[in-house]
T-cell receptor, first 113, second 115 residues
Framework: GNSVTQMEGPVTLSEEAFLTINCTYT??????LFWYVQYPGEGLQLLLK?????DKGSNKGFEATYRKETTSFHLEKGSVQVSDSAVYFC????????????FGTGTRLKVLA | NAGVTQTPKFQVLKTGQSMTLQCAQD?????MYWYRQDPGMGLRLIYY???????DKGEVPNGYNVSRLNKREFSLRLESAAPSQTSVYFC??????????????FGPGTRLTVT
């Protein structure tokens, strides 16, 4: 069946540090992959997406590359800001799976000034 | 353009009571979803509606019913609330169901407590 595994948080970084949040997946078909961000007290917002192998999604300085060979979609940012503090969710959409929409458990990021 | 709206924002129920969570979107999206978010478990799909007139079960449908009232509105009903249904509920919508069209837009959530 489908699944998404994210690194456990919280992740605490200083401002301008490099960020990596790991995400690996299991899917029966060819899923689309997404990263969502959730700020305190709000719903989720799409951060970036990739729909096929080797696609790179990017937005607001964040990037993630769809790696089929390692079944991974790691989120990276070169220089984090305090305003990036939030919870980040990796997700997949796979029409051939029993559970078609799967979210990871979320990784909380805290950036210190 | 409000996006996805949910009512109510907060609700406290006693065990056995019923209630309906309302969701509406003004983006002319075809597909709508209901999720629950619990600590340490991410979001889990309860039900979804790929298009007006259709609904399908997600990962955790037991204890819930849904109605796709029209293209804009998708409601979630708890017929007999249980403490295990204490959670934050999110509604979402997307243009379509699969691939890139499955980019989902989320409402602000409903925090439900069942005592």
């Amino acid at each position: 069946g489908n699944s998404v595994t994210q690194m456990e948080g919280p992740v605490t970084l200083s401002e301008e540090a490099f960020l990596t949040i790991n995400c690996t997946y299991t899917a029966t078909g060819y899923p689309s992959l997404f990263w969502y961000v959730q700020y305190p007290g709000e719903g989720l917002q799409l951060l970036l997406k990739a729909t096929k192998a080797d696609d790179k999604g990017s937005n607001k300085g964040f990037e993630a590359t769809y790696r089929k060979e390692t079944t991974s979609f790691h989120l990276e940012k070169g220089s984090v800001q305090v305003s990036d503090s939030a919870v980040y969710f990796c997700a997949l959409s796979d029409p051939s799976g029993t559970y078609k929409y799967i979210f990871g458990t979320g990784t909380r990021l805290k950036v210190l000034a | 353009n409000a996006g996805v709206t949910q009512t109510p924002k907060f609700q406290v129920l006693k065990t056995g009571q019923s209630m309906t969570l309302q969701c509406a979107q003004d983006m002319n999206h075809n597909s709508m979803y209901w999720y629950r978010q619990d600590p340490g478990m991410g979001l889990r799909l309860i039900y979804y509606s790929a298009s007006e007139g259709t609904t399908d079960k997600g990962e955790v449908p037991n204890g819930y019913n849904v109605s796709r009232l029209n293209k804009r509105e998708f409601s979630l009903r708890l017929e007999s609330a249980a403490p295990s249904q204490t959670s934050v509920y999110f509604c979402a919508s997307s243009v379509g169901v699969w691939g890139a069209s499955n980019e989902q837009y989320f409402g602000p959530g409903t925090r439900l407590t069942v005592t």
